[in-house]
């Protein structure tokens, strides 16, 4: 790991990505616990891996991979994919909004940052 993608993973770990790191390992956990769950386990483990230390890695494509095409893009991966959400997928989404504390995912209206007086309504402020 290249220093420059040490010091991006420190700045992550600390500003917000151990929170996203927990909240895949409860979800895997909690999958784990369900029969229908269990294939899903691992991959959100991988997820959580590489949602502590996400700079420094790469995304690659599974057929590239391993040479092979994925089950997950026919009707099965769609049957999984309502599975995943039923079971994860929404909550997972909300994490951002709960470690803000507010409806708008941390956003801020541009015309906020000239505000400096008015910050704390500026980031209340949902579009």
């Known amino acids: 790991m290249s220093p420059l993608s040490l010091f991006l993973n420190v700045l992550w770990i600390v500003f917000g990505g ?4 927990v909240a895949w390992i ?3 956990v909690l999958m784990a616990v369900t029969i229908v769950g269990l294939p899903w386990t ?3 483990f991988n997820i959580a891996a590489y ?10 494509s599974r ?4 040479g092979r095409q994925d089950l997950g893009t026919g009707p099965l991966g769609f049957l999984g994919n309502v599975v995943w959400l039923l079971l994860s997928g929404w909550w997972l989404a909300l994490v951002p909004h709960a470690e803000n504390g507010d ?3 941390g956003r801020v209206s541009p015309d ?5 007086e008015n910050r704390a309504n500026c980031l209340r402020a949902s579009w």
């Open 18 to 21: 151990l929170w996203m790191a």
């Open 26 to 28: 409860v979800a895997a």
């Open 42 to 44: 691992r991959a959100a």
């Open 51 to 60: 949602t502590l230390f996400p700079f420094g890695q790469m995304a690659v």
């Open 63 to 66: 057929a590239d991979y391993t």
């Open 103 to 105: 409806s708008t995912g």
């Open 112 to 116: 906020c940052h000239s505000q400096r």
